[in-house]
């Protein structure tokens, strides 16, 4: 499957549908069409079926270079998908194998202002578990639109009711925390481990890390909260609705 989480403001919208129930999440005609123009395999691996798209715009020619890559991945019996992938300039840590898929966000807050440092997602083969909220509207509804902005929204802790970054507005925040880092303690594809860290809550004299532990049967998150006081911590995981949940499925690997 190709569809793709929501992080952050989601600004998706399709123009001109090819088929009746495109789901507007569902990247594959692109991908499958930047497959065939740029002779991208990895693009294809990731692809069931060329899209209508890109057989209209490619021709014969496009279609039998899709259906000799795919060939050749099939009898290749390429199968393990294993692996944790690092995108430093996206600022996303990719967590996969054959039961979980789970997509680490460990960029900076940026324009729009979403507090979602150290905020994950979590699939597995037919099923979104955890998710983002995303974005609903900008302008019309102001409090609902900082609501789905906050911490709570984002799967990340909260110390003291204090935002990961305070807000400015509808868009913006206060003042940019740091980058968060990363390492990776664990690189074995079957029991794969990393810690990150974010400097939000430094002022208050709070540290904090978050761990995730994937290996082939679970995800273990374990928050690490060190200060020298006593202060409020709170946390709320998003899970989708039964029906949104049958209409979710695992995002393809990058």
């Not at 597995?124 to 609902?144: F, M, Q």
């Not at 868009?171 to 940019?176: A, I, S, T």
């Not at 709070?206 to 532990?213: G, L, P």
Request: aromatic content about 10%; proline content about 2%; hydrophobic content about 35%.
């Amino acid at each position: 499957s190709d569809i793709a989480p929501q992080f952050g403001d989601s600004d998706d919208g399709i123009i001109l549908r090819t088929t009746n129930d495109q789901n507007i999440y569902d990247h594959s005609d692109t991908l499958a069409l930047a497959g065939v123009i740029f002779k991208r395999e990895d693009f294809i691996l990731n692809c069931k079926k060329i899209s209508l798209s890109a057989m209209i715009i490619t021709g014969t020619e496009g279609y039998e270079f899709f259906r000799s890559v795919k060939k050749k991945i099939t009898n290749s019996n390429t199968t393990n998908k294993n692996s944790i992938k690092v995108y430093k300039n996206g600022g996303f840590i990719i967590l996969q194998n054959e039961n979980y898929k789970v997509i680490i966000d460990l960029e900076v807050i940026g324009l729009h202002g979403n507090n979602d440092s150290l905020s994950f997602a979590l699939y597995t083969k037919n099923d979104a578990i955890i998710v983002d909220t995303g974005t609903y509207r900008y302008t019309s509804e102001p409090t609902l639109r900082n609501a789905l902005r906050s911490s709570l929204s984002h799967n990340a802790i909260t110390v003291d009711n204090k935002e990961i970054a305070e807000f400015d507005g509808l868009w913006r925040v206060k003042k940019e925390i740091k980058k968060p880092i990363f390492k990776i303690l664990n690189d074995d594809v079957n029991n794969m481990e990393v810690e990150a860290e974010h400097f939000a809550y430094n002022n208050l004299g709070v540290k904090y890390k978050r761990s995730f532990c994937l290996s082939k049967n679970s995800l273990v998150v374990i928050d690490k909260v060190y200060t020298k006081e006593k202060h409020k911590v709170c946390l709320l995981y998003i899970s989708p609705s039964p029906r949104d949940r049958t209409r979710s499925r695992m995002p393809s690997s990058a």
